[in-house]
């Protein structure tokens, strides 16, 4: 079964800072990798994916995400980070299998001040 | 994308009643819906897996005859928090896989369980 790392659990930045929220997936086989997003009081909103082709992948709001097959790592990246940045994120993994879960990582809590 | 009806969103219940939440596909099918448990500032837990007219597949840990899943269409899974108590408060989230496996997943807007 998947199961997925998320390093950094609370990061504290100053607004146009850069960010860096480390992401490490356990599985064997083809893997799908997602980034979602969860602003206080709000539902999951997904910031980017990746299934396939280049592995650096461009999403909403200016982030991106890389995976780095050979270090199982699909780290998400924005280059000034905004105030309203300010949320929960989520990694999060699926086999690349009909009928399969996504498993979430367990979320790094992103504080930006202004 | 595809789109996942959940209800109810928010419910209150009595400690040792039972609740019910709905999750429809509305313009897709979904053979197989997912349920998670997400507790305030914390990621969301996968509880089982709903496969349409068979049993669904529970997550280590997840009681079973707690949590009652019913698949019984392809666009209708149901839980039932059964005999609920006040450590079952939470938000559940039910999801589906995209009927074009690229598009990733849709959730359901959750319902929040509160048990007093």
């Known amino acids: 079964a998947q199961s997925v790392s998320q390093h950094n659990h609370h990061v504290i930045l100053s607004e146009a800072a850069s960010l860096e929220l480390g992401c490490n997936y356990s599985?064997?086989?083809?893997?799908?990798l997602f980034w979602y997003v969860q602003y206080p009081g709000q539902h999951l909103q997904l910031l980017l994916k990746?299934?396939?082709?280049?592995?650096l992948v461009k999403g909403i709001k200016g982030f991106e995400a890389e995976f780095i097959k050979s270090k199982f790592s699909f780290n998400l990246r924005k280059p000034s980070v905004q105030w309203s940045d300010t949320a929960e994120y989520f990694c999060a993994v699926s086999a690349n299998q009909a009928g399969t879960a996504l498993i979430f990582g367990k979320g790094t809590t992103l504080s930006v001040s202004s | 994308g595809a789109v996942v009806s959940q209800h109810p969103s928010w419910v209150i219940c009595k400690s040792g009643t039972s609740v019910k939440i709905e999750c429809r596909s509305l313009d897709f099918q979904a053979t197989t819906m997912f349920w998670y448990r997400q507790f305030p500032k914390q990621s969301l837990m996968l509880m089982a897996t709903?496969?349409?007219?068979?049993?669904?597949?529970?997550e280590q840990g997840v009681e079973k005859d707690k949590f009652l899943i019913n698949h019984a269409s392809l666009t209708l899974s149901t839980l039932t928090v059964t005999s609920a108590h006040p450590e079952d408060s939470s938000f559940y989230i039910c999801?589906?896989?995209?009927?074009?496996?690229?598009?990733?997943?849709?959730f359901g807007s959750g319902t929040r369980l509160t048990v007093v």
């Open positions: 709903s496969n349409e007219g068979s049993k669904a597949t529970y």
């Open positions: 599985y064997g086989g083809t893997v799908n």
């Open positions: 999801s589906a896989r995209d009927r074009v496996p690229q598009w990733g997943y849709t």
């Open positions: 990746y299934f396939s082709g280049d592995p």
